[in-house]
Structure formats: structure tokens, C-alpha cells
């Protein structure tokens, strides 16, 4: 009888932390596969005993029916010297704890809807406010240490209920290896401290903060990467004091709306537009302003900033309340970094709002909402963080150990590792003493987390941003290599990575007055790359 071949897959991508294995798990089942699923350094790799034809329907199952998160850069294939009679079943090859294997990191995704139903249905999560699945949750705020299991994100502290660990270990579970699995029995609460009493019950709390909100009041509430501070974006007072909270005069607050159909009545939207904010990313979007909500949200301006639930509490504020939209912004005062820790929003905040409600699943990497705008039917990123970090980006060249420092004021760094780079968080401005030591301590969690081995620096040509004079301290302390950029050229040179464009090109950057490198002020170049 003639064999089949073994050929090995490898699938690149973000398909890490997603519920990639799972998947190709039960569609190799579904085509009668023999072979073997595991994670790699470089992706995903599967070993399958099989035809040229099954192995290339099945890469078309692979491409068009991955996990909603999952994102597929590239699929290569060779085959194997291995014998098909090494395979009697397909599998899921475990992780090796101790190694570098696994180096992706999914950002973090909004509740899915069949978590919703779960909400309504599965007697340990009746309406827990913390469901998440292997399509869904918390990830990046959670992770503290690769690979990603649960002992290395901020979930460690719970101990899983018998429900959840069955789910947990059912490779045929929506929940198999969800690392953040919980239920009303072994998961993370809300709680909060109101009029000197302290809460736990959930549904106590919810109405309390629903009561407050519907009442005009601002609260301070804990999400996924930090605090926001909310109120009813249709009342101007709770708007005005909002505002007076924040310590901001003009700059414009994110609305989170009930619904798109809500969200439609007060801005205009475009497909593309439509189609980022229902995404799983659920960044905020500026859209244009057909009629108002409270005048003091964004005073002045034509578009509004919007998003929509992407936490189970959003949903439930919104069925309780019937508010068709809420103001949801960063919860800091003016130029800190957003709150993360009970104790860091207390002092910032207490006293201001009507009430904190923390809860008690550690944040580990703060991640602020994502803003982007649609330009010619593209989203472009505005600030990329909670959603979109630390998802890499690809290149054709090997930038390994090159770590970017960043410009000062809107701060983000990037390291390289293999051919991919990962790009950090939103930090903010560095001339802020918090927000320094945020970019410093998020260096060091990246390089920590990516097992980054630093070789190369590269800084703002710029001597006097912050971000620069840390690359010449680090360069020098170590004696390594730094490169100074100047910073519109650096526009360039992303863009064209970004883009992939490997041909000469004519970059036009408008990005203000900089530092050229004449030494003269340089504003609005046109450069020959
Ligand atoms: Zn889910
Ligand atoms: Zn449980
Ligand atoms: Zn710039």
C-alpha cells in the first residue's frame, strides 16, 4: 500500500495564546489527520501524514476558518523523513515548560459572545464578570512570564474549581487551555468600599454603580489594563465634574456607546469604521459628530471618540442604566500614567469619585485604550496599546537585539527579535517623572518577557529627549553600539516597513519641527530612501 508523506507546516503569525492548537486539533480530527500539533519559536508547527491534496485542503481550512484573534502571516510547508506509523492519533504536543519556545503574546481580546451566552446558561457563570475562553480575555495585562500558562500570568493566585480545571483539560472544551479560566466559584471579584460598608457581591455592586451613574455621579472603575473614570456622557454636570477631576480643561474625553445603533445616532460612520469597532481589538475610534451628547466631552471639535463594550460590566451597565452612552477615559489625573493598582487609584482618586470598584486579578502590563482613525478606508493607529500590543510586526530582515528607544513625548519603544519587531505599549510623555519610570520598568518587562538580548541601540538624533539620553546611559554602561536617527527619516524608514515597500521611494513627512541632520530645524521633508 503506498505511504503518505509527513509534512511539516509551519504556520507564522500571531497564532500563539489564541486558540490555535484547539482549532487545528479539530479540524485534522475532522479530515482524518494522523499526526501532531505544537508550538514553536518561530509559530506553529504541525506534522501531518497525509496526501498533497488533504495537505492542501487543509491549509484552506487553516486560512479560512482560524480562530476570530488568530492572524495567519505566513504557511510553509516541507516534508519529513519521519514514517507515517509515528503517528497513531493527531495530538497536541504539550509545551516544554523550561524552554524559549514560545515568544508570542496575544494582546488582549474582548468577551465573546458565546461567553455572553455562557453568562446566561452555565451554572457556575451565571453572570460572572470575568468569563473569558481560549478566543477571549485578558492576555498581555495578565502575562508575566513566557510560555503562557496560567502560574506566569496574574490568574497564578487562583486556583481553578474542579468545573473549570474539567473544561480546562477537555481538548474538545471552548476552554481548553484558556489560561484565565474562572468561574463565580475560583475567580477574581470586584469589590469596592462605599459609604464605609465594603461590597463583594457583584450584583450588589452593579446596582450600586449603575444607581450612581444613573444619578449624575463620575466613578473610577478597574478594566482590563488600568482604570477609567465614567460617567453619563449625556449629563453635562457629571461631564463638568469630570473634567474638573481629571484636572483637564479642553482635550477631548472616549465615549463608550450601548450599541453601533446608539453610536449611529450621534456620529456618522463608514464600513471600514464599522468594521474596527466591532472588532475583537475594540479600539476607540474617532468618528464625525453628527449631534451632540454633554458639550464639555469634547468642546469645540467635530469628532468624537468612540468605542464599545468589551468587558461584561460595560454590557451590564448599559442593560441596567438604559444610558446610551458613557464617557470612559483614562483614570489618572492630567499626565499620569493611567492608574493600575488599587492602592495607585485610591490615592489619585479617592475622595474625588463617587466610588472606586477595584477588583483583585493583578494588572501586570498597563495597557490604555487604542485610538485610531480611518484615513482613505484605513485605520490608522493613533496610539496603539490595549487590542493591537504586543502583536509584531514582520520584516524580511533580521533585527535581532536592536532595541528602539523611542521619541519623547509620545513614547513608544520596540525591540527586534528574529524577524520580528515588537513594538510597546503607549507610555506617553517621558518629561513626566511616572511616566519615565512606566517606560523604563515596561523596557525592562519587555525585554524580560521576549528574552530579549540586547546588541544594538538606536535613539533620536535629538540629545536632549529623555528617551535618547537613556539609550546613551545604557550604551555607554554597556559599551554597546548606539545609532542616532533622525526622527523624520525614522517615520520613513517605519513606513516602509510597516508597508513592505522594498523599492526606492519618495517619503513626504509632515510631522512638524525636528532636529535635521545639518543640526538645523527640519520641518516637512521630502526624502529619496
Ligand atoms: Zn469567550
Ligand atoms: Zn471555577
Ligand atoms: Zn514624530
Not at 479617592?350 to 502590563?365: D, F, Y
Request: net charge negative; glycine share 6%.
Amino acid at each position: 500500500m503506498a505511504k503518505n508523506k509527513v509534512y511539516a507546516l509551519i504556520i507564522q503569525g500571531l497564532v500563539q495564546g489564541v486558540g490555535f492548537r484547539p482549532f487545528i486539533y479539530r479540524i485534522a480530527k475532522d479530515l482524518g489527520m494522523k499526526g501532531c500539533v505544537e508550538n514553536m519559536n518561530n509559530g506553529v508547527r504541525i506534522l501531518v501524514a497525509t496526501t498533497p491534496d488533504d495537505r492542501d485542503l487543509l491549509i484552506s481550512r487553516i486560512r479560512t476558518e482560524h480562530p476570530r484573534v488568530a492572524y495567519i502571516h505566513r504557511i510553509s510547508y516541507t516534508s519529513t523523513e519521519m514514517d507515517e506509523d509515528d503517528f497513531d492519533d493527531f495530538t497536541i504536543t504539550p509545551s516544554h515548560s523550561e524552554s524559549d519556545e514560545v515568544t508570542q503574546v496575544s494582546p488582549d481580546i474582548d468577551v465573546c459572545a458565546d461567553c455572553m451566552r455562557d453568562r446566561t446558561t452555565q451554572p457556575h457563570r451565571i453572570g460572572y464578570p470575568f468569563i473569558n475562553c481560549t478566543h477571549c480575555g485578558p492576555r498581555f495585562s495578565i502575562i508575566r512570564d513566557l510560555p503562557y500558562d496560567r502560574s506566569q500570568t496574574t490568574m497564578g493566585g487562583f486556583l481553578m474549581c474542579p468545573d473549570c480545571e474539567k473544561e480546562y483539560t477537555n481538548v474538545i472544551d471552548r476552554r481548553f487551555h484558556a489560561q484565565p479560566v474562572a468561574c463565580n466559584h475560583c475567580g477574581p471579584t470586584y469589590y469596592a468600599t462605599y459609604n464605609e460598608e465594603t461590597y463583594i457581591d457583584y450584583e450588589t455592586l452593579l446596582k450600586l454603580t449603575s444607581r450612581l451613574l444613573l444619578g449624575g455621579e463620575v466613578i473610577a472603575a478597574k478594566g482590563i489594563g488600568g482604570y477609567h473614570l465614567i460617567c453619563d456622557a449625556s449629563n453635562e454636570r457629571a461631564v463638568a465634574r469630570l473634567r474638573e477631576i481629571k484636572q483637564r480643561d479642553t482635550k477631548p474625553f472616549a465615549v463608550m456607546f450601548r450599541d453601533l445603533e446608539h453610536l449611529q445616532v450621534y456620529t456618522a460612520t463608514e464600513p471600514m469604521e464599522e468594521r474596527c469597532l466591532v472588532s475583537w481589538r475594540r479600539p476607540i475610534v474617532l468618528l464625525r459628530q453628527r449631534s451632540r451628547l454633554a458639550s464639555g466631552i469634547n468642546p469645540g471639535m467635530h469628532t468624537l471618540g468612540c468605542m464599545l463594550s468589551y468587558m461584561p460590566i460595560h454590557y451590564d451597565w448599559f442593560a441596567r442604566t438604559g444610558i446610551p452612552a458613557l464617557v470612559m477615559t483614562s483614570g489618572n489625573l492630567s499626565d499620569l500614567p493611567i492608574a493600575i493598582t488599587p492602592e495607585d487609584a485610591e490615592a489619585q482618586l479617592a475622595g474625588k469619585v463617587a466610588i472606586l470598584l477595584h477588583h483583585n486579578r493583578p494588572i501586570h502590563n498597563r495597557v490604555d485604550d487604542s485610538v485610531l482613525q480611518v484615513c482613505g478606508g484605513q485605520p490608522c493607529l493613533i496610539r496603539r496599546s490595549r487590542g493591537y500590543v504586543p502583536e509584531p510586526f514582520f520584516t524580511d530582515t533580521n533585527v535581532e537585539g536592536i532595541m528602539a528607544f523611542g521619541a519623547e513625548k509620545v513614547n513608544t519603544f520596540a525591540l527586534g527579535k528574529g524577524e520580528t519587531i515588537l513594538q510597546s505599549q503607549y507610555i506617553g510623555d517621558l518629561k513626566n517623572w511616572e511616566t519615565f519610570r512606566f517606560y523604563t520598568e515596561s523596557m525592562e518587562r519587555f525585554r524580560h518577557l521576549f528574552r530579549f538580548n540586547l546588541q544594538r541601540l538606536v535613539c533620536d538624533l535629538h540629545p536632549d529627549y529623555l528617551s535618547s539620553q537613556e539609550a546613551e546611559r545604557i550604551s555607554k554602561s554597556l559599551s554597546l553600539p548606539l545609532l542616532k536617527v533622525q526622527h523624520h527619516h525614522a517615520h520613513a524608514a517605519a513606513c516602509m516597513l510597516e508597508h513592505g515597500l522594498n523599492e526606492p521611494v519618495l517619503a513626504i513627512v509632515m510631522d512638524g519641527t525636528g532636529l535635521g541632520d545639518d543640526g538645523k530645524v527640519w520641518g516637512g521633508e521630502f526624502f529619496f530612501l
